[in-house]
């Protein structure tokens, strides 16, 4: 096993690339998406069976983390991978996002966000280098630099500070991080939907160097239209030989376009969520398990899936949990969703390494156009 | 595979008993301990998982599920096995008790009961005949007599009447129910606490002849003492070469005691419940997971268990996923106090097998004593 943070594409297909991230805790394919496991716990999984189904890497979230059970107590437990039984890698990310979108009280200033805890009421301060300081206590594998984010629409006045700000606690973060053999700190990409800020703030980071870099400021409420507008530019203004992470996304189709358009990773809390509101994604889009059409219905969601979801129950009984309030429905939606999920990484990965991945995206939305698999 | 519905007792240790119920649809070891499966799932736990923590049969109940999603529908689905994915034996309630303590509106004739579902408010009537029934629809292996139970204390005459018509029903249930090769029927003896009324219940359950004897009306709420106290002579009252099945019973010691009073069979659903409130059942006695005093504890709930909640995870996550919500605190502590309950079965067979029962209960007590494992 290695002891270095590596990254090596080994095929292309278009803008698609598919490659390997090297850590000391285990290789993770790309494309790759990472399962949310926001609180130390993929929701509702058990995380044998988060790796059964296919991920090399979940995330951790800072802002959670650092209120409860708080990083120095994981630290004095022996760490993130330890405490949620999971050793793979783990990336972490900043709090930035999170703790502008749900702490209370948030004041930000050029030295970093001071805000009270959503929990508990207590104050506290994230820095870039607090952030650093956290993630390092977690244990974390790929950190995440302290970033801001607005959300969007917002004038372009704002949008700049909020990036130049971001800039400038990317290079603090950078100097917090230094340089730790077999783990990574990404920078992060912001500027919104405008080329021109987009470009300053990855020349930013080019100056201040990552071992990988993230799109951040995207899947905020802009559509897929305008995601994919800006994602036709702007992975291509990053390194070429280091991984491109596009952040809280997505659903399926999001997934395939920014593969397509050149993106590596990617991360979202849809297919847990989804598990966890009786919805099931499948090659053929989303089914709605409440829906009272699955009453009767004998068939499993997906006769081709593999899944316990899909491999031991019918449709009827996945109903039937989910109405009656049984956790066993989230536990095999939010199974059913990741497998699907990783499978579809699966599927991209071999269509990259066989180059033909725009025959692949003609298939992928066929298959949706087709509809779920029909009424009884 | 038998294709018959059989009981053998293989050996005793003062009044308790080892032996196995053979049944189509495999064997069941007894002294048996049922998790409760109350609307087509185990809560929390998938079915291979049940299975695996040594569990030969589990309870489904009839009140439930004809209400939701009714056992009509569960029928052309294929029957409860099928429905909920468990092929070994199922026990189903009759729906006496659990009319009587959760509808609405409830109506008791010498036909039966009237009641509005709590779900839906929707108007049904539960008698002898609709409740062998739905169980024939559920394809139940062991189907329970219809009866009635009044909650105690409750006066010496109304036990009586309660009892006296209970037996009535077992009548009409053995009539509608008949013969099925390789299904059981069990009566379920009444009378409270009171020695001649259980002997009168008794003597009219043997004169209707059964595959099995429940006892029915303990376990709610008259103490372990005065629960002992019955089962101090209530099992002799019964056929010793027929299982003995006690009813809704029961925490650890309360298994211990009724094993040595002769009992075979028990369903209770406190390992499971608690399992989703932060109590975990060791050999030690009850663990708190919400107590603050376990959040800095490296340790394993119980450092011999073999689980995963005990091999993957130290206390300080236990209690940490409890007090965030995560849905895995109540997969890991079902299913370890499940295994912990299956643990305790398989050693108490044990000591009969070897003739040692007592000396198991005054260690399974000691241990106990010993109390909790102690703090840093």
Known sequence: MTQRFSFDVTA????????????????????????????????????????????????????????????ERIDRLGGLHRFMNWDKPILTDSGGFQVMSLADLRKLTEEGVSFKSHIDGSRHMLTPERSMEIQRLLGSDIVMAFDECPALPADRNRIAESMRLSMRWAA????????????????????????????????????????????????????????????????DLLPKDRPRYLMGVGKPDDIVGAVARGIDMMDCVLPTRSGRTGQAWTRRGVVNLKNARHQDDPRPLDEDCTCPACTGYSRAYLHHVYRSGELISAMLLTWHNLHYYQQLMQEIRDAVAQDRFAAFETRFHAQRAEGDIGRL
Chains 1, 2 share one sequence.
């Open 12 to 71: 292309t297909s278009g803008k698609a690339r598919r490659g390997v991230i090297s850590t000391p805790r285990g290789q993770i394919r790309t494309p790759a998406f990472m399962p949310v496991g926001t609180a130390a716990s993929v929701k509702a999984m058990l995380p044998e069976n988060v790796a059964a189904t296919g991920a090399d890497i979940v995330l951790g979230n800072t802002y959670h983390l650092m209120l409860r059970p708080t990083a």
């Open 172 to 235: 603090r973060s950078r100097a917090a991080f230094g340089y730790r053999p077999g783990h990574a700190l990404f920078g992060i990409m912001q500027g919104g939907l405008d080329r021109d800020l987009r470009a300053e703030s990855a020349e930013a980071l080019r100056a201040i160097g990552f071992e990988g870099y993230a799109i951040g400021g995207l899947a905020v409420g802009e559509g897929q239209a305008a995601m994919f507008d800006c994602l036709d530019y702007a992975p």
